[in-house]
């Protein structure tokens, strides 16, 4: 989607339409976990994601058209990214708004305006006080049911992170409790042994 936009401003009707030879500024947005683009642009090459675990994947891909990496040297494209809560809340509120439900693919484009990105973002304030387009699309899945079990994906993706992060505390902590545990065992043995006692498996006799 994205590369055929860059593709249809490059062929001049809408650039000219718009304003003549300057070009018209593209910003991409994805969602985290469906970041291909926006690692693309950075790295100046293509990036295959691992996998795609963001909720938005209808339109995700691991990685981009090699097309799209010529576009964005030949046309002005910026990307940026936008959290899963952030689209799924940009969906409900463009449907308060507009009455329509879209997926949380496009979310992620609706979250950089819900978010205020073109009056907070160092770049994207910088591209002037013209009308901002922005390309709505996936309707054709959405509904309440969508919406519910986006939601359902969101909680186990933080109860599994809450886990793993937990888990990772807990490796983290074990040596350095295992090393507590050891000097304080070792004190309790030359204490014992100071007393002239015996210890073993559990009773103890002088």
Partial sequence: LLAGTV???QGGAAARAWGGDVPVPVVGVETVGAHSFFMTQRADELVTLPAITSIASSLGARTVTPHLLRCMREHPVLSRTVTDRQALDACYAFAKDHRVLVEPAC?????????????TDAQLSRLGPGPVVVVVCGGNMASDELYEEMERKMAAKADSAA????????ADMLPAVQKAWATRWGAL????????CAVATGTASS
């Fill in 163 to 170: 886990g793993a992060e937990l888990e990772t505390a807990v």
């Fill in 7 to 9: 593709a249809g401003l």
């Fill in 189 to 196: 043995l030359e204490r014992f042994a100071a007393q002239d």
């Fill in 107 to 119: 979310g992620a484009s609706l979250a950089c305006v819900y978010q205020g990105l073109f009056a």
